[in-house]
């Protein structure tokens, strides 16, 4: 006789579990969302997505292909940047920000020293587009173009490509090897260069219009401006543009032993560097104080660093000339009152406080505005090109973008419209209507879950020592470690998208996260998972969220 | 059994506890009941007293348990584990892990002799408390568990008494290996639990597991909530091994007992108006106690 079980045996391989994922009234869902970095980054670097290749990867050669998608200028940017993004790393809230700007510059680096190519997407399109202005912002319009197998050719009005950054940005930040490496690079996709061309002198803007599909106008803002005081035309001043122009290109200038710089922007403070590296005694004059200078931040410490005088509210009146050369400026003492139309402390003169700064060269780098010479587009006050959300001028066919457009601003803006101008090209000459779709939502470090990170020290970039630097206009920061690079990447949160921590696998009290077979990544069963929530809470970068059932 | 550091430090995932029990969503007692049985592997017998665990994960047709479980009483789960151990023993089979498991009343209250035996006959069982400081599947009524001004169905003005402490009173019995141990760390709970099963004798593990429902607070707060407890100093992390208290964890930044209590409804009360009542005090008074003795 068969011996049968004692009471019921139930087979667990023929279980058919209760799908509790019915009681669900909230749903947990992966959303992507854009991190803060790439949000308040003007060229829109995915700077996440190469720091995640970095640090999970440690694979610089991946990394750079992410980075140089977006952005074809990574090396130069790592070393010209002042690095909003680093300013809005939600990091900041817990420790101190992630170093992007050091990362980009090594990753950006890695790629020269290894020839790293850029990918072209499409090839063969037959419409032809001229790109005016090798600046940043020509650049990543051309690259961008050349990428999606335009026909695209640059027109430089100087003997060498870069723009501001070869011709105003001096080596000691941007050496030229580099900068020319990039554009090699960026040229390699099949871009044509024809330099000593400027478009409305030596060519006529209607023969582009009517030999190209479009054109893209990224002259920058070339023409420096000077104050309005008696004496300016003396042989020994310059603007602050033609003085670092010369520079560049090589020339060797007289400037003496004293040199005055007037103003307080970015432009002052490369002036005031290069002339201290040439021998003289520099001071910055400036109306207002140190709080109110345009330069960015970490330029005014490094000139300050460099032994440069800073007079602050000083203003100057005349310039006292002997026999058609400056011998010195006629300053006098400001006071700052309620602020004027651009929000800074208005200054008012004080009576009684004139000074005499003896000088053997002045320079003023107070403004620069754009060459219109030939380019007859509509401008706004005077002043930037006027474009539409499109960046079209009022010309038909015609885009502009750049410090032309912004007015002075960053190497990273100049690429960000040069992209944007790109795609709004594409969408011209294929008829397209520009997507306007809704962008994710940005991730704040109130979103996340800081529980699960470490504190780390942030990586520190160390300059050669003042006395060496001075000597020579060779770069002031060295080469970073690519260990130490791998180890800051560590630190980058991952904000809004999954970095395999496994809190939510671990955390499900239903077991309803399982391993997706397909890619390794992490996904809900839905049959069994009661929307509790837990998942959500518990992921450090917000990629998990709770929605609605639907 | 010796296991190196690495094999300990192991994370678990085998889902010997499956999907489809009837816990509530963010039950911690669910998520400690999986953490338990992934760690202790398929060479497993669970006993399981009667409560919240036993109904919610062992229904007919489809229970959660791909080990062999044995429902007990209420009261008896260690003297049923006494006696499987007793009977592998006979038979001279085994090794195989035997893991007593209960709730905090079965532990306390009602199983609290049949346990006490076990640990003083010295059988080779694991006893797994999982507390969640009252008796949930009875409508949440008060256990000697319960802490100091929580509400409960039998308690509804806050409780009076201060909690039971039975890691401590399970180390009195000389039993070689007494741990607490909350959700919020898995890491560390599934190494007390391997450390555990790799030694000979009675050993004790009592899990801070949050209730949703009986705590009032909403079920994505059960690991936070296990946090704070640990942060505060209310719950103490630590081991006992042969009489000794070892592997303290330290709290990194002090939290006061308010941020604790606020999370859950059934401290409602101890807040007038968002203000702390002196019983705030009081379960902050014990929280400093607790840091003193274990030198949190």
């Known amino acids: 006789m068969e011996k049968l079980p004692l009471g019921l045996v139930i087979d667990l391989n023929k279980v058919v579990p209760y799908k509790t994922g019915s009681w669900r009234t909230l749903m947990p869902v992966n959303i992507m969302q854009i991190p803060p970095c790439t949000h308040a980054c003007p060229a829109g670097n995915d700077i996440r997505g190469f720091l995640r290749v970095l640090a999970e990867k440690e694979d610089y050669e991946q990394a750079w292909h992410v980075l140089a998608r977006n952005n074809p200028l990574p090396a130069t940017c790592g070393r010209v940047c002042p690095h909003p993004c680093e300013a809005g790393c939600n990091r900041r809230d817990f420790d101190s920000s992630v170093a992007i700007n050091c990362s980009e510059r090594r990753v950006g680096d890695y790629g020269l020293e290894h020839n790293l190519e850029h990918k072209k997407l499409v090839s063969g399109r037959k419409e032809k587009i001229a790109v005016v202005g090798s600046g940043p912002a020509g650049l990543s319009c051309a690259f961008h173009l050349a990428k999606r197998g335009f026909k695209v050719k640059i027109f430089e009005a100087n003997g060498e490509p870069g723009g501001w950054m070869r011709y105003g940005i001096p080596p000691y930040r941007l050496p030229n090897y580099i900068l020319k490496q990039e554009i090699d690079n960026i040229l390699r996709l099949g871009i044509d260069l024809e330099c000593n061309v400027k478009v409305g002198v030596n060519i006529p803007l209607d023969q582009l219009t009517r030999e190209y599909n479009a054109v893209f106008l990224g002259v920058g803002a070339q023409k420096g401006l000077g104050i309005d005081v008696p004496g300016k035309d003396a042989e020994n001043v310059y603007t602050g543009v033609d003085f670092l122009k010369q520079v560049n290109s090589g020339k060797w200038m007289e400037i003496g032993k004293d040199v005055v710089v007037i103003g307080g922007g970015n432009t002052a403070m490369d002036c005031a560097r290069v002339t201290k590296r040439l021998g003289a005694n520099v001071s910055v004059v400036y109306r207002r104080t140190r709080m109110e200078m345009p330069a960015i931040t970490a330029e005014i410490d490094e000139a300050m660093e460099e032994r440069i005088m800073f007079r602050y509210h000083t203003n100057p009146v005349k310039l006292v000339t002997d026999e058609g050369r400056v011998v010195g400026i006629l300053s006098v003492q400001m006071e700052l009152k309620e602020p004027d139309a651009s929000g800074r402390a208005r200054p008012v003169p004080i009576s009684g406080s004139e000074a005499f700064i003896p000088a053997d060269t002045v320079i003023m780098a107070t403004g620069q505005a754009v060459d219109y010479d030939g380019i007859d587009v509509q401008t706004v006050d005077n002043q930037w090109m006027y474009t539409n959300e499109h960046l079209m001028t009022s010309m038909e066919g015609v885009f502009a973008g750049g410090d032309a457009v912004a007015g002075l601003e960053t190497v990273s803006l100049a690429i960000g419209q040069g992209t944007r101008a790109a795609s709004a090209i594409e969408d011209y000459i294929e008829g397209h209507v520009e997507s306007s779709l809704a962008q994710p939502p940005v991730v704040y470090s109130r979103d996340l879950n800081t529980y699960y990170y470490n504190k780390q020290k942030k990586f520190n970039k160390e300059a050669v020592s003042i006395h060496t630097r001075l000597k020579n206009f060779r770069e002031i920061y060295p080469s970073f470690d690519l260990k130490d690079i791998i180890e800051e990447s560590k630190r980058c949160f991952s904000c809004g998208l999954c970095f395999h921590c496994g809190n939510c696998y671990m955390y499900c009290p239903d077991s309803a996260v399982k391993i997706s077979p397909s890619t390794g990544g992490y996904e809900f069963d839905l049959d069994f998972c009661k929307g509790c929530g837990l998942c959500a809470k518990e992921c450090p970068c917000h990629y998990i969220q709770l929605t609605l059932e639907k | ?296």
């Open chain 2, 1 to 296: 059994m010796e296991q190196s550091a690495e094999e300990l430090n192991k994370i678990e995932k085998k889902d010997l506890f499956t999907s489809g029990h009837r816990a509530c969503g963010g039950c911690g007692q669910a998520l400690a009941a999986r953490l338990v049985a992934d760690a202790s592997g398929e060479n497993t017998i669970a006993c399981v007293a009667t409560g919240c665990l036993e109904v919610f994960s062992s229904p007919y047709p489809d229970p959660s348990w791909r080990i062999p479980f044995l429902h007990s009483l209420f009261e008896n789960a260690a003297a049923v584990a006494s006696g499987v151990e007793a009977a592998y023993k006979a038979l001279n089979k085994g090794p195989v892990n035997i893991i007593a498991q209960g709730g905090d009343g079965s532990t306390a209250d009602i199983g609290f002799q049949c346990i006490s035996g076990m640990f003083e006959r010295g059988h080779n069982v694991l006893y797994v408390c999982y507390d969640n400081e009252a008796y949930m599947n009875t409508g949440v009524q008060r256990s000697s568990f319960t802490p100091l001004g929580a509400r409960t169905s039998t308690t509804p003005m806050g409780n009076k008494t201060r909690k039971k402490n039975m890691p401590l009173l399970a180390a009195d019995h000389g039993i070689p290996y007494v741990a607490t141990a909350t959700v919020d760390d898995f890491r560390d709970l599934q190494r007390k639990v391997k450390t555990a099963l790799s030694i000979e004798g009675p050993k004790y593990i009592h899990i801070l597991a949050p209730c949703p429902l009986g705590w009032g607070h909403h079920g994505e707060l059960s690991v936070q909530i296990c946090r704070l407890a640990k942060d505060t100093g209310i719950f103490p992390i630590y081991e006992i091994i042969h009489g000794k208290v070892s592997n303290v964890r330290k709290i990194p930044v002090k939290v006061p007992v308010e941020e604790y209590l606020k999370l859950q409804g059934r401290f409602k009360h101890l807040f007038k108006k968002g203000q702390p009542t002196p019983e705030v005090a009081e379960i902050q008074e014990i929280a400093n106690q607790n840091i003193e003795r274990f030198n949190l």
